[in-house]
């Protein structure tokens, strides 16, 4: 469960900037509310369980555990965006610690999440503060260089 929580974060922490406002609009709703972010979510995973790479943070989960990686992810981003959702799980920093996630790891899950957002044609504006949110988490997430 704790290695499974490192793509939880990773698209979680994507929400951090939540509350940055455009036209009056949370990001949440911007990027177009809770199924938008789900489906966003369940994309990401899927994409990281089948990098030859980072399924190893996946491998071996419950179909329950993945329930649960999936639930708190969304609700992460769903609550980080400025939406109405409550994430109740754990800080990035206790979910990582001990994953030895790497800069390459980090590399390569950043980049499966730009292309899943580009998948879903998530605009500009939108994808870059997504994406500032997620490296502000960095330091919390990596632990070898």
């Not at 036209?23 to 994409?47: C, P």
């Not at 988490?137 to 070898?144: G, H, M, S």
């Amino acid at each position: 469960m704790k290695r499974t929580l490192l793509i939880t974060v990773m698209v979680l922490a994507s929400g951090v900037s939540a509350f940055s406002q455009s036209n009056g609009k949370s990001l949440y709703q911007r990027l177009g509310g809770y199924d938008a972010i789900a489906a966003v979510s369940d994309e990401f995973v899927g994409r990281l369980g089948k990098s030859k790479n980072l399924s190893r943070f996946v491998v071996g989960l419950s179909d329950d555990s993945k329930k649960k990686l999936r639930q708190h992810l969304v609700d992460f981003l769903c609550n980080a965006t400025g939406g109405p959702c409550l994430y109740l799980g754990r800080d990035m920093k206790t979910v990582h610690t001990g994953l030895g996630i790497t800069e390459a790891d980090w590399k390569e899950s950043a980049e499966a999440l730009t292309a899943t957002l580009d998948k879903f044609k998530v605009p500009a504006k939108e994808k870059a503060e997504v994406l500032t949110a997620v490296t502000a988490l960095k330091k919390d997430i990596v632990e070898k260089p």
